[in-house]
């Protein structure tokens, strides 16, 4: 079959999430959050064979792919379709606690090159992006409704575009002659909205844009918190965790939830006691973000911006989370 993703800083996780010695020396478990393509999950069940995998999509369509070629592991290999942040909320209640979970943010070249949903602006495709079909809004529904302030606003804060007010407004004037249906006509209102110079920079200018509006669609940072407190709750306790993010936004709520657990105390200075347990909940494996090597940036590209954190997993963290005091917010 044909595969279009390269998974990003493979053999990175492949170390960091290995399941030899205590506790995973026997039927070792791990959830691919984000199963994709399988590609992840191929290499781990490929090098570890005392290892079993769960995998999570919320496209179908991707997942089918998935499930072709993982077909060769067929005893060790299992799928849910779905959104991960449902899935941990809702954990099934006969199934064991996880030793690995990894959670890989990017979105699949798939999607780019063969969904046909307006991901990239290379191809003239719907504008639609949603990772999941049967979800509500599109792109176009977005780009054709949202107030110019609102648009400018989510431009801004999901992918820090500098001109965002530009790219808006220019949105909003060319909706009056019709709506905006296409990627490509979404790409040269932008291309066309902001200043010569900057349409002649490294990336193309609508970039940002079209990941303003993915992110949007598909609720991403919205639903990263709650995936995050909910895979942690469900870890085996010396288990481990990998996210790997692909921007600033992202790996900022990463950095912070993962620094709160291994923290002692994070209860505000205004509590009279301790309520959070007093004791750090993780170890932090990744001092600092794991990024790819020279080599893996020569081959693939869109590892350029991926970053990897890995925490092991020490006590229960449900009583921050109810407190709502694990710091996963923006």
């Given at each position: 079959?044909?595969?279009?993703?390269?998974?990003?800083?493979?053999?990175?996780?492949?170390?960091?999430?290995?399941?030899l010695?205590?506790?995973?020396?026997?039927?070792?478990?791990?959830?691919?959050?984000?199963?994709?393509?399988g590609?992840h999950?191929?290499?781990?069940?490929?090098?570890?064979?005392?290892?079993?995998?769960?995998?999570?999509?919320?496209?179908?369509s991707?997942?089918?792919?998935?499930?072709?070629r993982?077909?060769?592991?067929?005893?060790r290999?299992?799928?849910?379709?779905?959104?991960f942040?449902?899935?941990?909320r809702?954990?099934?209640?006969?199934?064991?606690?996880?030793?690995?979970?990894?959670?890989?943010?990017?979105?699949?070249t798939?999607?780019?090159?063969?969904?046909?949903?307006?991901?990239?602006?290379?191809?003239?495709?719907?504008?639609?992006?949603?990772?999941?079909?049967e979800?509500?809004?599109?792109?176009?529904?977005?780009?054709?409704?949202?107030?110019?302030?609102?648009?400018?606003?989510?431009?801004?804060?999901?992918?820090?575009?500098?001109?965002s007010?530009?790219i808006?407004?220019?949105?909003?004037?060319?909706?009056?002659?019709?709506?905006?249906?296409?990627?490509?006509?979404?790409?040269?209102?932008?291309?066309?909205a902001?200043?010569?110079?900057?349409?002649?920079?490294?990336?193309?200018?609508?970039?940002?844009?079209?990941?303003?509006?993915?992110?949007?669609?598909?609720?991403?940072?919205?639903?990263?918190?709650?995936a995050?407190?909910?895979?942690?709750?469900?870890?085996?306790?010396?288990?481990?965790?990998?996210?790997?993010?692909?921007?600033?936004?992202?790996?900022?709520?990463?950095?912070?939830?993962?620094?709160n657990?291994?923290?002692?105390?994070?209860?505000?200075?205004?509590?009279p006691?301790?309520?959070?347990?007093?004791?750090?909940c993780?170890?932090i494996?990744t001092?600092?973000?794991?990024?790819?090597?020279?080599?893996?940036?020569?081959?693939?590209?869109?590892?350029?911006?991926?970053?990897?954190?890995?925490?092991?997993?020490?006590?229960?963290?449900?009583?921050?989370?109810k407190?709502?005091?694990?710091g996963?917010?923006?």
């Open positions: 079959m044909e595969v279009v993703h390269t998974p990003v800083l493979l053999e990175e996780c492949l170390k960091y999430l290995s399941p010695g205590e506790p995973y020396e026997k039927n070792a478990f791990m959830i691919d959050s984000t199963l994709g393509e590609g999950s191929y290499a781990f069940l490929e090098r570890y064979p005392n290892l079993s995998v769960l995998g999570l999509d919320a496209d179908p991707i997942q089918e792919k998935a499930r072709e993982l077909s060769v592991f067929s005893g290999m299992r799928f849910y379709n779905g959104w942040t449902d899935f941990y809702n954990y099934p209640e006969d199934m064991p606690m996880p030793h690995l979970i990894l959670f890989d943010l990017g979105i699949s798939y999607h780019y090159e063969k969904s046909g949903r307006g991901f990239s602006f290379l191809r003239d495709e719907r504008l639609d992006m949603r990772l999941d079909p979800s509500s809004k599109t792109a176009a529904d977005l780009v054709n409704t949202l107030k110019e302030k609102e648009l400018a606003d989510m431009i801004y804060l999901y992918a820090q575009e500098k001109f007010r530009k808006a407004s220019a949105i909003v004037r060319a909706r009056e002659s019709g709506k905006i249906f296409s990627s490509k006509a979404l790409a040269e209102i932008i291309y066309e902001v200043p010569p110079k900057y349409r002649h920079e490294k990336i193309h200018p609508a970039t940002r844009t079209f990941q303003a509006l993915r992110i949007a669609v598909n609720s991403e940072l919205k639903n990263l918190p709650a995050l407190t909910g895979a942690f709750d469900v870890l085996e306790t010396g288990g481990k965790m990998g996210v790997i993010t692909f921007h600033s936004l992202e790996d900022r709520i990463v950095k912070n939830y993962f620094r657990l291994a923290k002692e105390c994070v209860c505000p200075s205004e509590y006691s301790c309520v959070c347990g007093g004791k750090p993780a170890e494996l001092k600092k973000p794991v990024c790819a090597s020279e080599k893996e940036l020569e081959l693939n590209s869109p590892s350029r911006s991926a970053k990897l954190r890995v925490i092991r997993k020490s006590a229960d963290a449900k009583a921050r989370h407190m709502g005091i694990a996963v917010g923006l």
